[in-house]
């Protein structure tokens, strides 16, 4: 990597950076949305925008030559916790039941374990992969239908299936992105010590 690319990649004030800012302040509002006035619809809008941020965040460092390290970190730190924060608000309020959250926490220890495993062979986090991507996509989606579909009336009836169906396949693309990162660290691991500061594997 050139001076120039390493200075790009180590930038922290971008445009994509703030909106990925922007979202993660998000997260404890969702939640009091969700366990204080009970107040779904604006909840769900929430959900909405940060979806949409998380999109436009993309485009934005593609188009205007602003990734980043940071970013990199940022953009599935804030994807995670909002499925955390759904999750919590979710099985607080018995819409989901907690073996569901069991489920999705257990994979997340399950990459931590791996990450650090990376770390201690001199390698990064690996990027997040195409299945993971659509795996956190299928849960966003999962998540508000299920919220909506907590309430009376063939409406809500039909968003509380279509969430579900989500909220499966969502979760069975969740464990196949982390058996693909297993293998990808297994590799890694077999190749050798890897150098600080080399990219990462998608």
């Not at 995670?80 to 959250?101: D, E, F, H, Q, S």
């Not at 926490?105 to 990450?115: I, N, S």
């Not at 464990?175 to 890694?188: D, G, I, K």
């Amino acid at each position: 990597m050139t001076r120039a690319g390493s200075d790009q990649q180590g930038r922290i004030l971008t445009v994509p950076n703030a909106i990925s800012v922007a979202r993660l302040a998000g997260v404890p509002v969702f939640l009091w949305l969700v366990l204080g006035p009970h107040a779904d619809g604006w909840a769900v809008a929430l959900l909405i925008v940060a979806g949409l941020s998380d999109w436009l965040d993309g485009v934005i460092a593609r188009a205007w030559n602003q990734q980043s390290r940071l970013g990199q970190v940022l953009d599935p730190t804030a994807d995670r916790l909002y499925i955390a924060a759904t999750l919590v608000g979710l099985a607080v309020r018995a819409i989901i039941p907690w073996w569901l959250v069991a489920v999705l926490v257990a994979r997340e220890l399950v990459l931590g374990v791996a990450l650090l495993v990376l770390r201690r062979h001199g390698y990064g986090p690996l990027q997040v992969s195409l299945v993971g991507k659509t795996a956190t996509l299928c849960l966003l989606y999962a998540f508000p239908l299920l919220f909506l579909g907590d309430h009376p009336g063939t409406p809500a009836l039909v968003a509380r299936v279509i969430g579900w169906a989500f909220a499966i396949w969502g979760t069975a693309l969740y464990w196949w992105a982390a058996v693909l990162y297993l293998e990808q660290t297994r590799r890694l691991v077999a190749a050798g010590p890897g150098q600080a500061g080399a990219p990462t594997v998608k």
